[in-house]
């Protein structure tokens, strides 16, 4: 059992890239590149006009490289704010590798499709084209169950002492991620969202759509380990009820948000 990693308040000032695992500097490098192709997908597609059901071909490319860098980035800050001896591990390495894997497969396979001017959600046009949205839909469980491990190692080595708020924010952070992508994910591959560019920046509908609840499923992993931080600052001895009570309010707007986007 490895002993217990207690955070530190001043974790960001004494961020390290050099002194990070090869796994988590794999990621940020990961992260990075995908940033960067963020940002060319971006300049070439100004000159683009093509769309898809009344959007831009690539504002879906660009959202899963942003979102899959913020994704991998995250994962090595809540490693190393709960557990960084963790990160040297081979369960880690497996956890990173899954990750990327799953990650890139889904950002390469959209990208393709938008150059194409062709869908790559709900995109069943011949056998080939739907075995590939089934293999995305496999890629995307992956990609989250990443997280689900993540929680899993880092209950598993913790200490004799109590947990800080700090730390129980990530693993419920991450197990919300993974649980509550999963079922808004398989929800949202039966019920496309309405066409149409939708709200500014993010693009969703106002009804019939699940995104925003899949938004939060998925930004549980930054969300709520951040409310852990937060109250383990401000609520003393109350930090883990508060939580509790933040990850369930949290929960509730999921579970309201689900529902009212499934109304007929």
Request: one cysteine or more; glycine letters at 8%.
């Amino acid at each position: 059992m490895q002993e217990n990693y207690v955070p530190h308040a001043s974790w960001w000032s004494e961020f390290d890239v050099t002194a990070l695992s090869s796994a988590s500097q794999f990621l940020m490098l990961y992260g990075a590149l995908m940033w960067l192709a963020c940002g060319m997908t971006y300049i070439f597609s100004l000159n683009d006009v093509r769309t898809l059901r009344d959007v831009g071909i690539w504002v879906k490319p660009l959202k899963f490289m942003a979102a899959t860098a913020l994704f991998a980035w995250t994962t090595v800050w809540v490693a190393e704010l709960a557990n960084s001896a963790l990160t040297h591990g081979q369960a880690y390495k497996g956890i990173c590798a899954l990750l990327v894997v799953t990650s890139f497969f889904e950002v390469a396979y959209i990208t393709y499709q938008a150059s194409q001017g062709a869908a790559s959600h709900y995109n069943t046009s011949d056998p080939w084209h739907a075995f590939l949205f089934g293999l995305m839909a496999v890629a995307a469980v992956g990609l989250v169950a990443s997280q689900g491990w993540l929680a899993w190692e880092i209950w598993r080595a913790r200490g004799a002492s109590p947990l800080s708020a700090t730390v129980w924010g990530v693993i419920i952070g991450l197990t919300l991620t993974f649980v509550l992508s999963t079922v808004s994910g398989f929800l949202l591959g039966g019920n496309q969202p309405p066409p149409g560019a939708g709200l500014p920046l993010v693009g969703w509908h106002l009804t019939k759509d699940i995104r925003p609840s899949h938004f939060l499923a998925v930004h549980a992993q930054q969300l709520i380990p951040l409310l852990g931080i937060t109250v383990d600052r401000f609520f003393g001895t109350f930090s883990t009820p508060a939580l509790a009570a933040g990850s369930g309010l949290y929960v509730l707007v999921w579970g309201l948000l689900t529902l009212s986007s499934l109304k007929a």
